[in-house]
């Protein structure tokens, strides 16, 4: 079946530091990924849409300065946290459109959970 | 796209069917209903989608009312690796890049043995 690999799945790192977040798409190809935010028992939160070749498109609130997209070729997207603070401890997941059997559906990666000290 | 609403949590004995309800009062004609499931810290696992008429596969079945304006997710024969949160998602279009899922609060279901 149609795969989202997402690296790391778990980073921890200093406060100020960037963190870069990779998702790929290991059997298809994706000119759109979708990247949430989840805090612990809430539900996930649409951060923006990474387009291929494009600059991406942020949600409202999210900052796009903090949060860097780069969607460098139709199966890469990277999501770089820049100057973290605990606040952005989170768990990040990716997503692409089609790759699921009946391709309607959208395939996510496993998520990387980042804890800033 | 059409907000939808679900219980917050549901229980289910290990081996009986699990009906996890979803109410979309507002869903348009061309909308789709989406179900994903997210075991604890994981990615979200798409389930089953529909327009109108009722569907099955392998994980489950989903009974979309005439009117459209609810639907129930089953899982026939639930097990303990079922335990988990489950979306229900109305959206426009049948996948693509400019169709976003924007995902509610979910039903955690328990599955108990």
């Known amino acids: 079946g149609a795969v989202v690999s997402q690296h790391p799945s778990w980073v921890i790192c200093k406060s100020g530091t960037s963190v870069k977040i990779e998702c790929r798409s290991l059997?298809?190809?994706?000119?759109?990924m979708f990247w949430y935010r989840q805090f612990p028992k809430q539900s996930l939160m649409l951060m923006a849409t990474?387009?291929?070749?494009?600059?991406?498109?942020?949600e409202q609130g999210v900052e796009k300065d903090k949060f860097l997209i780069n969607h460098a070729s139709l199966t890469l997207s990277t999501l770089t946290v820049t100057s973290a603070h605990p606040e952005d401890s989170s768990f990040y997941i990716c997503?692409?459109?089609?790759?699921?059997?009946?391709?309607?559906?959208?395939?996510f990666g496993s998520g990387t959970r980042l804890t800033v000290v | 796209d059409a907000k939808t609403t679900q219980p917050t949590s549901m229980d289910c004995a290990e081996g009986r069917a699990a009906n996890l309800p979803c109410n979309h009062s507002?869903?348009?004609?061309?909308?789709?209903v989406y179900w994903y499931r997210q075991i604890h810290s994981q990615g979200p696992q798409y389930i089953i989608h529909?327009?109108?008429n009722n569907e099955t596969n392998e994980m489950a079945s989903l009974i979309i009312t005439e009117d459209r304006k609810s639907s129930t997710l089953i899982l026939p024969h639930a097990t303990l690796r079922d335990t988990a949160v489950y979306y229900c998602?109305?959206?426009?279009?049948?996948?693509?890049?400019?169709?976003?899922?924007?995902f509610g609060t979910g039903t955690l279901l328990a599955v108990q043995p």
């Open positions: 998602i109305v959206r426009v279009g049948l996948g693509g890049a400019t169709n976003k899922l924007i």
């Open positions: 990474s387009n291929e070749g494009s600059k991406a498109t942020y």
């Open positions: 507002t869903i348009s004609g061309n909308e789709y």
């Open positions: 059997d298809f190809q994706a000119t759109t």
């Open positions: 529909g327009l109108k």
């Open positions: 997503s692409a459109p089609g790759g699921v059997r009946d391709v309607y559906g959208y395939t």
